[in-house]
């Protein structure tokens, strides 16, 4: 069981700047996102996309951004449960709550601070007959080990750089690499889309361009699937041990629409003195809080996250007084 | 005023909706939706890096050319190969468009 003052739902900027004003406080966090690195939308959907809007800083990659609030928390040394969805969450008898992953993961805190964004990243699933009955069972849309692929055969669809880096580093691993793409230009490094080029024309790797995986087949575990060529209007079947469908991932609420919160639309419901939810002991910071006026903008979390620890520091340790600190005074004092 | 012109927007419970867009002021087909609280996701803000904006075009106004970006979320999003699909982010207002009709896809739910 995994304890901690501060339970955050999420590592987009948001969290990760919570576990700085937490920190200040003497707050412990522990982060759980279902993405197998933080920075949320920054790091999934525009990581080499310049931002302009972050107080003091006239223009900044968003991974950059997200490499120094890493920086900036590290002093207060988070826990991190990355790659899980947190799906269910209770009330024990003292008080806390008590947290679970999709993979069981246990987690025990006092305060639960959902800062989940646009919500959790899933996988864009293609529409197949029978996707879901091979779900681990030969179809897997997050490559988590590598290694599984060893001496195996692979189909991989998708035009993105997920599909392409993992095509050249599954062309070292596997048996042999098929990658299918519907269109015949891809959107990802030219440096990698060169090298899957070179690799399919050194006969490394088969490149099926204008094709589509159209139909999963086998028994307990996928062993074939049937390819459509649009161009030449004809479909082949294909022995694989494993098809790996990546089309990015794109945010769903998920779990937490269950959790008894105020919820307007997609997103939940505050007050602003602190961020509070209608549960007691939960807040909700960044995006995914709704309150008249919000803007989703980066900057904005920063001030609630900041706010609302204040108030979880006061639920907490309601006999003790919190008198504001500069850092200029104070610095920053690692755990 | 001579640069307004009329779209037609329907939404996803099928109510068919008139707005008045400016053609002078850079606005995407997803912002003049947006500007006219109509509720459409539009997650990227208009990058064509989420199809949250997807829309379905019902007249056949010449509408300007796909970018590669726009081709490749499409595809990202099972969308290309399904008829009159475009991001309405990447269609932006001019005077021609006057009249355009379109249905905002299942994707734009808030
Ligand atoms: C293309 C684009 C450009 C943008 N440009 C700007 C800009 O210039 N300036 C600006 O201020 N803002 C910009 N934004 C908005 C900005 O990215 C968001 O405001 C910001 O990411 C919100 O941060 P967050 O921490 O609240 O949530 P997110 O960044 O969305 O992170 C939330 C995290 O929570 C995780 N999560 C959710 N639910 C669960 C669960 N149940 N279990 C586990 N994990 C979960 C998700 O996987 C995700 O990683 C832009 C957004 C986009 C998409
Ligand atoms: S708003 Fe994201 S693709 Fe158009």
């Known amino acids: 069981m995994i304890e901690t003052d501060l339970l955050i739902i999420g590592a987009g900027p948001c969290g990760l700047f919570t576990v700085f004003e937490a920190g200040l406080i003497k707050l412990r966090c522990h982060l759980i996102d279902a993405l197998a690195e933080p920075g949320g939308q920054l790091t999934e959907i525009y990581p080499k996309k310049p931002i302009y809007d972050i107080p003091g800083l006239p223009s900044i990659l968003a991974g950059d951004l997200v490499k120094n609030l890493m920086e900036q928390a590290a002093p207060f040394k988070p826990g991190f449960t990355l790659g899980e969805r947190a799906e269910t969450l209770e009330k024990t008898n003292d008080g806390k709550w008590k947290l679970v992953t999709n993979k069981g993961t246990e987690h025990l805190a006092p305060i639960v601070v959902i800062a989940g964004g646009l919500g959790c990243f899933e996988p864009r699933k293609p529409n197949l007959d029978l996707l879901d009955k091979f779900e681990d069972k030969g179809v897997e849309y997050i490559i988590k080990d590598p290694e599984i692929y ?102 769903k609420l998920g779990p937490i629409k269950d959790w008894q919160l105020n919820l307007n639309k997609e997103s939940i419901s505050v007050n602003t003195f602190d961020y509070s939810t209608n549960i007691p002991g939960i807040y909700a910071v960044g995006d995914i809080n709704d309150y008249p006026g919000k803007l989703r903008l980066i900057l904005c979390g920063f001030h609630e996250a900041t706010l609302m620890v204040q108030s979880a520091f006061k639920r907490i340790y309601p006999e003790k007084n919190l008198v504001l600190k500069y850092t200029t005074v104070s610095g920053v004092n690692s755990f | 005023m001579d640069d307004l012109i009329k779209i037609y927007v329907t939404d996803l419970d099928g109510v068919k909706h008139c707005i008045e867009a400016p053609t002078d002021m850079g606005l995407s087909l997803m912002e003049a939706i947006k500007a006219n609280e109509l509720q459409i996701k539009a997650t990227c803000g208009g990058m064509a890096l989420c199809a949250t904006c997807h829309v379905y075009i019902k007249s056949d106004h010449l509408l300007p050319t796909m970018s590669e970006d726009e081709e490749a979320m499409l595809d990202d999003a099972f969308l290309l190969g399904i008829p009159h699909s475009r991001l309405s982010c990447q269609i932006y207002l001019k005077p021609e468009l006057d009249g355009l009709e379109v249905q905002l896809g299942e994707n734009t739910a808030v």
Not at chain 1, 152 to 163: E, H, P, R, T
């Open chain 1, 150 to 251: 060893r001496g195996q055969n692979v189909v991989i669809a998708g035009g993105g750089d997920s599909a392409l880096d993992w095509t050249l580093f599954l062309s070292e691993v596997a048996k042999s690499v098929t990658l299918v793409h519907r269109r015949t230009t891809f959107r990802g490094h030219p440096d990698s889309i060169q090298r899957v080029m070179d690799l399919a024309s050194a006969g490394k790797i088969e490149l099926l361009l204008n094709s589509e995986v159209t139909a999963l087949h086998g028994e307990d575990h996928l062993d074939k699937v049937s390819i459509t060529n649009f161009e030449e209007n004809n479909t082949a079947e294909r022995n694989t041990d494993h098809f790996i469908p990546l089309f990015g991932l794109s945010p």
